[in-house]
Nanobody, 124 residues
């Protein structure tokens, strides 16, 4: 059974930083694309960043480009998201997800397993 467990969320002031982690188990982590999505209250779940299985390719939403960095450690089965220069509009529940394909999809139907989410709150 595949399990994804996010951690690292919390409350931070605007301009601050947070680092999220996603621990994966139950499948060969290194063979799958991984991504972070986020969902604010009353809004759809949006793509934030994705990384290919080998970490050779990354892709970011325009809203976070230059501020967030996605990375992975296949030896530790862990996905990371370093978030800098945080803004109040970054407030959301952040989810990690896995996709079986070789590309980095930006839409939720292309991801087959999801974590439970971790809350990020950015105060102004």
């Amino acid at each position: 059974q595949v399990q994804l467990v996010e951690s690292g969320g919390g409350l931070v002031q605007a301009g601050g930083s947070l680092s999220l982690s996603c621990a994966a188990s139950g499948r060969t982590f290194s063979r799958y694309t991984m991504a972070w999505f986020r969902q604010a209250p009353g809004k759809e779940r949006d793509f934030v960043a994705g990384i290919s299985w080998s970490a050779g390719r990354t892709y970011y939403a325009d809203s976070v480009k230059g501020r967030f960095t996605i990375s992975r450690d296949n030896a530790k089965n862990t996905l990371y998201l370093q978030m800098n220069s945080l803004k109040p509009e970054d407030t959301a529940v952040y989810y990690c997800a896995t996709s079986p394909g070789p590309t980095i999809p930006t839409r939720t139907p292309f991801y087959d397993y999801w974590g439970q989410g971790t809350q990020v709150n950015v105060s102004s």
